[in-house]
């Protein structure tokens, strides 16, 4: 679905659009980003196809994280939305690196994690990142997220096995941490 346009304090959130696969396809084969992604076999016109598949899906939602004078920094993304259990995927990356720990993923996590409750009514977002990823692991945890439990070795990259570790955040326990 195309996601609504979403506004903070530093961040806009825009719907991700086909324009926007180049400066993805370069986020992506970025090394120092990528070390914390799990990209599969990337390419400009597959990253393309996608934006337009997943734009006509019912279970999903992406945005681009923009701030001052439209400066794309990252994205971010509700996935594998299921309508009956009311649980949704959110998945992150702030493909700008000289932007990294200074709170824009934490900020966009909250206005996203907002829609996904209050507007969409549903109940649980989970996510998994990999163990080696301290700083993301960090900024879910501010968010609210609470470590759910470890899926030992479940991905090969760069020759080596990493544990991913599975995160998760209840409705309850979001309205409770952003009491107005």
């Keep these: 679905m195309i996601a609504p346009i979403l506004k903070g304090n530093r961040i ?4 991700i659009a086909s324009k926007h696969a180049a400066v993805r396809y370069r986020w992506y084969t970025d090394p120092k ?11 400009l016109k597959k990253l393309r196809n996608s934006i337009i598949k997943r734009r006509r899906s019912k279970d999903y939602f992406g945005w681009m994280i923009s701030i001052k004078h439209n400066r794309l ?6 996935k594998r939305i299921n309508f009956n259990d009311k649980v949704g995927e959110l998945a992150i990356n702030i493909g700008e690196t000289e932007f990294w720990g200074q709170g824009y993923a934490s900020e966009a996590i909250k206005l996203v994690s907002k829609f996904f409750f209050n507007r969409l009514k549903l109940n649980r977002i ?17 968010c609210g997220f609470e470590k759910e439990g470890v899926k030992r070795k479940a991905c090969f990259k760069n020759g080596k096995f990493y544990d991913l570790i599975l995160m998760g955040i209840l409705r309850e326990e979001w309205q409770k941490k952003n009491k107005s």
């Design 12 to 15: 806009i959130l825009k719907p």
């Design 33 to 43: 980003v990528a070390e914390y992604q799990d990209f599969l076999d990337v390419s």
């Design 73 to 78: 920094i990252g994205e971010i993304q509700l």
């Design 126 to 142: 989970e996510l998994d990142v990999f163990s080696k990823n301290i700083g993301a692991i960090k900024c879910y945890q501010k």
